[in-house]
């Protein structure tokens, strides 16, 4: 295993194997079918995200050097874009992230999988699903919904490891922002991930191939 790949092969926890859902509705993402449950209790690093996530804002109006101010950044990327077309929104964003250097939670944190924060990726940056989570909090101050993304945990078929891309659904279809792609694409476009579970902030769903 690639160490690029290496704490995103942890995401496949052992509490999945406990994963109970509701019964399976047809859905099209990379061709699966899934169950959808509202109890993001099993999704600790989740949900300790989004408790963080106020705080994240206020540390990154303080985080400032030579260059200026994280928020400031931030704010000038959401500033560049809030004019635009959703679809617009969605490269643009894809592309600001994925300029940002991959860092391994081991280099970063000591840790073999931890979740970051907007701030603490901003900050020190990241890996995938750090990338995820980061374009997620990016969009939702654009004015996206919850209910227009998620963020998918997923097994790369190519190379055998575990990878977490962020899913926003528009214009019909399911949009794949990921930090290996320099492009968005479609999910129909893309035969070699096989999804195992996606997120919100209100739902979890399970995907069955």
């Known amino acids: 295993m690639t160490v690029l790949h290496y704490s995103c092969a942890l995401l496949l926890s052992a509490f ?11 859905v099209d993402l990379f061709g699966s ?56 929104q969605i490269r643009e964003v894809n592309s600001y992230h994925n300029k940002i250097p991959y860092v391994e939670d081991m280099v970063n944190w000591g840790k073999n999988d931890y979740w970051e924060t907007l701030h603490e990726f901003l900050r020190r940056h990241g890996d995938c699903e750090d990338y995820a989570i980061s374009k997620y909090y990016t969009l939702r101050q654009l004015g996206f919904p919850p209910d227009q993304m998620r963020i998918v945990i997923l097994k790369d078929r190519n ?51």
């Open 16 to 26: 999945l194997l406990a994963l109970q859902a509701p019964a399976a509705r047809a």
């Open 33 to 88: 079918s899934e169950t959808e449950s509202g109890d993001l209790s099993p999704f600790p690093k989740w949900t300790g995200v989004m408790r963080k996530q106020p705080a994240a804002i206020r540390k990154m109006e303080k985080d400032c050097d030579e260059s200026g101010c994280l928020k400031e950044k931030w704010d000038a990327l959401i500033e560049s874009v809030k004019s635009s077309a959703s679809s617009e």
């Open 159 to 209: 190379l055998g490891v575990m990878h977490s891309v962020l899913a926003v659904y528009n214009d019909g279809t399911a949009l794949i922002l990921d930090n290996q792609f320099s492009s968005v694409v479609d999910h129909k476009k893309i035969r070699h991930y096989e999804p195992v579970y996606s997120i919100n902030e209100h739902n979890w769903w399970r995907h069955h191939i």
